[in-house]
T-cell receptor
């Protein structure tokens, strides 16, 4: 079945450092890809998405590009802030969208 | 304010005592679903509903029931909870099924079964 693999965390960075969180997927069809963010004590919020190959999703300084050839959707940000500390989930949905398939999540800790 | 609400937020109960976690959305969304979040496993779908009176199993439905009698509500029922159902539960909704529609998540319900 479809699956998503994320890098293990926690990822610990200093403020203004460059962030990459790796995400690869396995899917039989042509899924849409998502990054969700979960701040402490809250539910998940959609951060960005891409629906077809070579699409780039972006929001709040975060970017991810849908790479079909490498089945990847890595999350990047050029300069992280303390307020970016959260758990980040990569996810996919099949074209029929009965559900989202999530990775295990990566905790990001940003120190001043 | 557009939102998905869940109650209770925290619940500690004992094995076998029936419980219901409520979920309500005020956005007139057709699609609703329940997920559980466990360390090292991410979120897994329990049940989903495409519309009123239409529900179906997700990946981990054993031990759970749901109902969708009204569009706004999608309660999760544990008839006889067991310790392996200790988890963080999220309800989600979207305007319709389909990846172009954003999923909105509730704040979560942390359930402990002793």
């Amino acid at each position: 079945g479809d699956s998503v693999t994320q890098m293990e965390g926690p990822v610990t960075l200093s403020e203004e450092a460059f962030l990459t969180i790796n995400c690869t997927y396995t899917a039989t069809g042509y899924p849409s890809l998502f990054w969700y963010v979960q701040y402490p004590g809250e539910g998940l919020q959609l951060l960005l998405k891409a629906t077809k190959a070579d699409d780039k999703g972006s929001n709040k300084g975060f970017e991810a590009t849908y790479r079909k050839e490498t089945t990847s959707f890595h999350l990047e940000k050029g300069s992280v802030q303390v307020s970016d500390s959260a758990v980040y989930f990569c996810a996919l949905s099949d074209p029929g969208f009965q559900k989202l398939v999530f990775g295990t999540g990566t905790r990001l800790l940003v120190s001043p | 304010e557009a939102q998905v609400t869940q109650n209770p937020r925290y619940l500690i109960t004992v094995t076998g005592k029936k419980l219901t976690v409520t979920c309500s959305q005020n956005m007139n969304h057709e699609y609703m679903s329940w997920y559980r979040q466990d360390p090292g496993l991410g979120l897994r779908q329990i049940y989903y509903s495409m519309n009123v009176e239409v529900t179906d199993k997700g990946d981990v439905p054993e031990g759970y029931k749901v109902s969708r009698k009204e569009k706004r509500n999608f309660p999760l029922i544990l008839e006889s909870p067991s310790p392996n159902q200790t988890s963080l539960y999220f309800c989600a909704s979207s305007l319709s099924a389909g990846s172009s529609y954003e999923q909105y998540f509730g704040p979560g319900t942390r359930l402990t079964v002793t």
